[in-house]
Nanobody, 125 residues
Framework: QVQLVESGGGLVQAGDSLRLSCAVS????????MGWFRQAPGQEREFVAV????????NYADSVKGRFTISRDNVKNTVYLQMNSLKPEDTGVYYC??????????????????WGQGTQVTVSA
């Protein structure tokens, strides 16, 4: 398994931007597809975005397409989530996750075997 540590969350206003980072350690980062999920209070964890092992393919939830961008740096062992035009409904705890030998088709939480502790994102109206 790998260890994941998210950072970059915070309190912002609607329309603002945030960039989340997830630092990964423990095993070969480039062997993992990386995903972002989020969970709002009282709701189930939902898929946000995923990027394949080499960073050549991505997949997004419909609710964030055109606003969020996932990227990775396989030298720094870090995955990012750039979030623009934030909305109050984007509020939640954002989790980074790793799927060994996964792909950009990995959109189900059950496919990811390693998870970070989460970072809170709050968007006020």
């Amino acid at each position: 398994q790998v260890q994941l540590v998210e950072s970059g969350g915070g309190l912002v206003q609607a329309g603002d931007s945030l960039r989340l980072s997830c630092a990964v350690s423990g095993r070969t980062f480039a062997n993992y597809a990386m995903g972002w999920f989020r969970q709002a209070p009282g709701q189930e964890r939902e898929f946000v975005a995923v990027i394949n092992m080499i960073g050549g393919a991505t997949n997004y939830a419909d609710s964030v397409k055109g606003r969020f961008t996932i990227s990775r740096d396989n030298v720094k062992n870090t995955v990012y989530l750039q979030m623009n035009s934030l909305k109050p409904e984007d509020t939640g705890v954002y989790y980074c996750a790793a799927d060994r030998w996964g792909s950009s088709d990995s959109t189900s939480a059950g496919k990811f075997e390693s998870w970070g502790q989460g970072t809170q994102v709050t968007v006020s109206a």
